[in-house]
């Protein structure tokens, strides 16, 4: 009856969201103690004091009318306007108001800005580990996802990407603070990225566009520093979202950023708008525009998830699993012990643990656990991870 492209996205659809889902029936049949779901992105900690009184300023405000209306499909031009002055503060940048785009949410972002990109066979590159839903993003296009393996470390290797960018070559897409590895680009990797894509831009004629997904901007630990991936190569597309850093995701807001010197910047602009309302958005949600011109710069609790991000690794620790130790995000990616992360996952789901396996994210070997969660429900999980290791003994 559905479409025969919907019924492949249905057959492959989110391992996240399926484990999510059989978190919440494991919990009714054993109780919310015996189950530790680590498998979504969803922030345990409640958004910023600075969120609710906007949000409350803006529903006593004057003209609900105008609250609650429509506005241009970009968005409020005094939002755009605060959120590039913002950019601009912050990181030494040039954007205009023009040039930002709201949107709902990251994931509402990347499929605005690959709806603007992409014509039936176009390909976009993605560095392998990666979130999974690019996948569908761009199948939702005509386009293909050509995976480009990261170095041992999971930085990106440079050079493959460079080798890779072929005659349907539009975009590239990266994501740090990564998910699923918590890995963070710095600046060398950045400045290499930007080279190899500006020889590839010049080789091919035209320009490569560099999407950049930064959901976790905010969020590194330990000295790390995230520095902003548009800086670095002008044609750089940026999806942000306010879902990890506010602890926002439900509500769904987030912005494109196109720089003013990007090619084709115009009629990047335009398309953008123009997609956001044929895919059906219509316009970010009026309410949280208002309050992100309140937020804009309202920084995130760092220090909730660092503190998880240790209490997580302690529990590792002690049951002897390795992992990847993160810089950004809130994921550890754990080494499933005999290299089979479909069993890894099933023995751990029979100890009441739910993680993903790393298939999810196009590579083998790994599961990803979130430890955007109570810091009880980290600590309730520890001999339950050791069961799940002394499994393999």
């Known amino acids: 009856m559905i479409s025969k492209k919907m019924q492949a996205m249905v057959n492959s659809s989110s391992a996240i969201r399926a484990m999510f889902e059989e978190g919440k029936r494991l919990a009714s049949l054993w109780g919310e103690d015996k189950v530790f779901d680590f498998s979504l992105g969803n922030p345990n900690i409640a958004p910023p004091a600075a969120?609710?009184?906007?949000?409350?300023?803006?529903?006593?405000?004057?003209?609900p009318v105008f609250l609650h209306g429509y506005m241009s499909n970009a968005g409020y031009d005094d939002v755009r306007a605060k959120i590039a002055s913002s950019l601009n503060a912050r990181f030494g940048t040039n954007y205009e108001g023009g040039g930002v785009v709201m949107t709902v949410g990251a994931a509402g972002g990347l499929n605005v800005v690959l709806k603007s990109l992409l014509d039936d066979g176009d390909e976009v590159i993605v560095v392998s580990p990666y979130f999974g839903e690019y996948r569908c993003y761009a199948a939702n296009f005509g386009g293909k996802l050509v995976?480009?393996?990261a170095l041992a470390d999971f930085m990106p290797d440079?050079?493959?990407?460079?080798?890779?960018?072929?005659?349907?070559?539009?975009?590239?897409?990266?994501?740090?603070?990564?998910?699923?590895?918590?890995?963070?680009?710095?600046?060398?990797?950045?400045?290499?990225?930007?080279?190899?894509?500006?020889?590839?831009?010049?080789?091919?004629?035209?320009?490569?566009?560099?999407?950049?997904?930064?959901?976790?901007?905010?969020?590194?630990?330990?000295?790390?520093?995230?520095?902003?991936?548009?800086?670095y190569y002008r044609n750089t597309l940026t999806c942000y979202s306010y879902s990890k850093s506010l602890s926002l995701a439900g509500e769904r807001i987030g912005y494109i950023a196109i720089r003013p010197d990007a090619d084709g910047y115009d009629e990047l602009c335009a398309a953008c708008g123009v997609a956001t309302r044929i895919l059906g958005f219509v316009n970010a949600p009026s309410l949280m525009q208002r309050v992100i011109a309140r937020c804009v710069d309202v920084k995130p609790d760092v220090e909730f998830y660092d503190r998880n991000r240790a209490l997580f690794e302690s529990v590792l620790d002690e049951a002897g699993l390795e992992y990847v130790k993160p810089q950004g995000a809130f994921y550890l990616f754990v080494k499933a012990p005999d290299g089979d992360e479909a069993k890894f996952c099933a023995r751990a789901k029979e100890r009441g643990i739910l993680i993903v396996p790393s298939t999810s994210f196009g590579v083998k070997g790994y599961a990803r656990a979130a430890y955007c969660v109570s810091p009880a429900k980290i600590e309730g999980s520890r001999e339950a991870f050791k069961a799940l290791a002394a499994s393999y003994n």
């Open 51 to 63: 969120v609710a009184d906007a949000v409350r300023a803006e529903l006593q405000a004057d003209d």
């Open 147 to 149: 995976e480009v393996p």
């Open 158 to 231: 440079c050079a493959a990407i460079e080798a890779a960018v072929g005659e349907r070559t539009k975009a590239v897409i990266v994501n740090t603070p990564n998910n699923p590895t918590g890995a963070v680009y710095g600046a060398d990797v950045l400045k290499e990225l930007a080279h190899a894509l500006e020889r590839a831009s010049k080789r091919a004629g035209r320009p490569v566009y560099l999407i950049s997904d930064e959901p976790y901007r905010e969020l590194v630990y330990g000295g790390a520093v995230q520095p902003y991936v548009g800086a």
